[in-house]
């Protein structure tokens, strides 16, 4: 098992990083696209999903362009704070995030749309502020879609390989993720850690996911969504 | 005087123009303003209410200033301090009938808690008979209860005038015979200017003091 503890420890630290920094992230470019109208606001939404579709491999490349030790982004942190994101578990975080933020922000604004804007309105008409309302009507109505697509974030995060194998490498204990892991102990041939790291996964993800249909709109009743 | 409101709007949408043009003074006590449904009765009522934008004019309600063009003024919804009852009643799904009725008298970022006792909240309750559905929510309660919890929530305020935006539309007719008569008991007993738009003539003769016609974004 202790060749499982590790990886897995990790992979849940990075998952759980990348989850919380998608909430921020996925909540606001979500209620963004779901409110504000702009021209080219399909356009965004069509970019923004690009990591979903996208070949991991391919978006650790960028990657390794933008914060790489000679990347702009990457020299510049080098230099001003001594940051390096390369090889490191906060590498990984970036690389997870990245590739997960479609589930999010998609899921999000589905949920924002999904909130009746007289309910709002009502709400200002009772002498709420903007923030209040949001707070006190839109997020809670808006709440169980947003944490829907969390919990696939977190399962996507949980399951990353490509990007991250770029990003990070697989270094035992402080970049290998579990599927990194897995990959590394079918490489090396050892087949029985391997399965214990394919068991885990699997639990992890099987959770992850039932826990994600259960909370999906349109099973719950008296969810705000529905209606 | 009571009612002093004069606002205009250009609509145009699909090459389609709507020219919206609604002034009336008065001192009803119950105005009602009927008229075919795209008359633009809604948009007038919005407008008073600040919840729609009017390119220019003013509103006027009790020498209280809401809106006026002319001097850049223009006070959004949560400062006008007006009633108002939505057509489908707009209740708040994920709160209980005393949590919406409470609304808006818990100010800040938190919604009001499900045991919330307040002197207002409770006389509303009563008023309206709700106590017995207080920890209902909206979906588990009939069309005429959750008008009168529509009622309550823009009553418990005290506002400065109500507006109801066609509030018998959604119920059957013996029941909004009734719920006509409770409206406008409720009224007589109150202070309180009311607004109420409808197509329906019944709602007009039965609540009206003065019936303003209203047609193609004109009122008659």
């Known amino acids: ?227 | 005087m009571i009612w002093d409101v004069d606002v205009r709007r250009v609509f145009e949408q699909a090459g389609r123009r709507f020219e919206l043009q609604a002034r009336f003074a008065g001192d009803a006590r119950r105005l009602v303003l009927l008229g075919p449904s795209g008359a633009g009765k809604s948009q007038t009522l919005k407008i008073i209410a600040g919840l729609a934008r009017a390119d220019a004019g003013h509103v006027r309600l009790q020498g209280r200033d809401l809106q006026d063009s002319a001097r850049g003024l223009n006070l959004p919804a949560r400062e006008r301090r007006l009633g108002y009852v939505f057509q489908d009643y707009a209740l708040f799904p994920h709160l209980t009938v005393r949590q919406n009725v409470a609304f808006g008298l818990a100010g800040g970022w938190r919604n009001p808690p499900r045991q919330l006792a307040h002197p207002e909240l409770t006389r509303w309750l009563q008023t309206l008979g709700l106590s017995e559905l207080a920890e209902h929510y909206p979906e588990q309660i009939s069309g005429g209860q959750r008008q009168r919890v529509a009622l309550a929530r823009a009553l418990v305020g005290a506002p400065q005038a109500l507006l109801l935006d066609e509030p018998f539309a959604a119920l059957d007719s013996p029941l909004r015979r009734r719920l006509r008569q409770e409206l406008l008991g409720l009224l007589q007993g109150l202070d309180l200017p009311m607004l109420l738009i409808t197509h329906d003539e019944e709602d007009a003769e039965a609540l009206a003091e003065q019936v303003l016609r209203m047609d193609q974004g004109r009122l008659l």
């Open chain 1, 1 to 227: 098992m202790q060749e499982a503890w590790v990886p897995l420890l990790l992979t849940l630290k990075v998952a759980g990083w990348a989850t919380a920094l998608n909430l921020l992230l996925g909540v606001g470019v979500g209620f963004a696209l779901a409110r504000l109208r702009f021209p080219g606001r399909e356009l965004l939404d069509a970019l923004l999903t690009l990591p979903m579709v996208m070949p991991p491999t391919v978006l650790g490349y960028y990657l390794l362009v933008l914060i790489g030790r000679k990347g702009p982004l990457g020299a510049w942190l080098q230099a001003e704070f001594g940051i390096t994101l390369i090889f490191t578990w906060q590498g990984a975080v970036i690389a997870a995030t990245i590739v997960a933020f479609p589930l999010v922000f998609k899921s999000a604004r589905a949920a924002f749309e999904g909130v009746d804007p007289q309910l709002e309105q009502a709400a200002r008409v009772l002498g709420l502020s903007e923030l209040a309302v949001f707070f006190r009507v839109t997020l809670p109505l808006a709440w169980r879609g947003i944490l829907a697509g969390l919990l696939l974030a977190f399962a996507r995060a949980t399951g990353e390989f490509g990007a991250t194998l770029m990003v990070a490498g697989s270094i035992p204990g402080k970049t290998q993720t579990l599927s990194v892991a897995v990959y590394e102990a079918v490489q090396a041939g050892q087949d029985a850690t391997a399965n214990v790291l394919v068991l885990v996964t699997s639990i992890t993800c099987i959770v992850v996911l039932l826990s994600a249909g259960r909370l999906a709109p349109g099973r719950v009743a008296g969810g705000g969504l529905a209606r």
